[in-house]
């Protein structure tokens, strides 16, 4: 995992930015007041199959289309199953020894969290993507050339399968796939708009929670669906071939 700064940044969509959806906007200044870690790779098959080897994950093998397992993205598991094995990950760190395992701190965001491991937040998860940056994609304006895996990315995988984590060069922050490869599940209930959404970097879970936030675009994505500011939602019980998800850490 990377510690990532706390900081803040505009949220969303600028007008300058053409074709946006109308659930880009508002943009709003968010302030992430204290430093929170995250996965440099988004959570792997191999790490989904440590879970369900020492009982967690309810035991559950998602498909993975034939691509392939090991350090490709888990693909196939829904919102509620990564909530699983945020569950798994912290009661494996509580078990620990107080001597050697993380301390503990205290959570924020969802009544679902109980540990320091949990999904980002909607916003966490655009700070981190962003990097710093202002630009529609955190490599610059512009789609380039071979720069994630999507439909018209110009990679080997595009509008194919899922590629090996850490295919691409990483972001400002050091994480990879930030965009492309698999849409990532957050905290957050979707809403059509930012009005009143949280300006602290906390979950937005207030409201209608029947669908689940997603970000970060896909393999089967175009280019535009890989922007920073692109949101997704579906129900927590959806699972998809382009679906995955990311872990965050609370930090003292």
Same mark, same amino acid.
């Given at each position: 995992?990377?510690?990532?700064?706390?900081?803040?940044?505009?949220?969303?969509?600028?007008?300058?930015e053409?074709s946006?959806?109308?659930?880009e906007?508002?943009?709003?200044?968010?302030?992430?007041?204290?430093?929170?870690?995250?996965?440099?790779?988004?959570?792997t098959?191999?790490?989904?199959?440590?879970?369900?080897?020492?009982g967690?994950?309810?035991?559950?093998?998602?498909?993975?289309?034939?691509?392939?397992?090991?350090?490709r993205?888990?693909?196939?598991?829904?919102?509620?199953?990564?909530?699983?094995?945020?569950?798994?990950?912290?009661?494996? *760190?509580?078990?620990?020894?107080? %001597?050697? =395992?993380? +301390?503990? !701190?205290?959570?924020? /965001?969802?009544?679902?969290?109980s540990?320091?491991?949990?999904?980002?937040?909607?916003?966490?998860?655009e700070?981190a993507?962003r990097a710093?940056?202002?630009? *529609?994609?955190?490599?610059?304006? %512009?789609? =380039?050339? +071979?720069? !994630?895996?999507?439909? /018209?990315?110009g990679?080997?995988?595009?509008?194919?399968?899922?590629?090996?984590?850490?295919?691409?060069?990483?972001?400002?922050?050091?994480?990879?796939?930030?965009?492309?490869?698999?849409?990532?599940?957050?905290?957050?209930?979707?809403?059509e708009?930012?009005?009143?959404?949280?300006?602290?970097?906390?979950?937005?879970?207030?409201?209608?929670?029947?669908?689940?936030?997603?970000?970060g675009g896909?393999?089967?994505?175009?280019?535009y669906y890989?922007?920073?500011?692109t949101?997704?939602?579906?129900a927590?019980?959806?699972?998809?071939?382009n679906v995955?998800?990311?872990i965050?850490?609370?930090?003292?």
């Amino acid at each position: 995992m990377i510690e990532i700064p706390a900081g803040s940044f505009t949220m969303g969509s600028p007008a300058t930015e053409r074709s946006i959806y109308p659930n880009e906007s508002p943009p709003r200044r968010v302030t992430i007041s204290r430093p929170f870690a995250v996965g440099v790779y988004d959570v792997t098959f191999d790490q989904w199959y440590d879970c369900i080897s020492e009982g967690g994950c309810n035991a559950y093998w998602p498909e993975d289309q034939g691509w392939g397992r090991g350090n490709r993205p888990v693909i196939n598991v829904s919102w509620e199953d990564a909530q699983r094995y945020v569950r798994w990950l912290n009661e494996k *760190v509580q078990s620990l020894p107080r %001597s050697t =395992g993380p +301390a503990l !701190a205290p959570t924020t /965001g969802s009544e679902v969290m109980s540990g320091p491991y949990r999904l980002l937040t909607e916003a966490e998860w655009e700070y981190a993507a962003r990097a710093g940056t202002t630009t *529609v994609y955190y490599w610059g304006d %512009s789609r =380039g050339n +071979a720069n !994630a895996n999507c439909d /018209g990315c110009g990679s080997l995988w595009d509008n194919k399968q899922t590629s090996p984590v850490g295919s691409f060069a990483p972001n400002p922050f050091g994480l990879y796939d930030m965009a492309g490869n698999v849409l990532q599940w957050v905290e957050d209930c979707y809403h059509e708009t930012y009005a009143r959404a949280p300006v602290d970097g906390s979950a937005w879970t207030a409201g209608n929670c029947y669908t689940r936030v997603q970000r970060g675009g896909s393999w089967y994505n175009s280019t535009y669906y890989l922007r920073s500011a692109t949101r997704y939602s579906n129900a927590p019980n959806f699972h998809g071939l382009n679906v995955g998800f990311r872990i965050a850490r609370t930090l003292d």
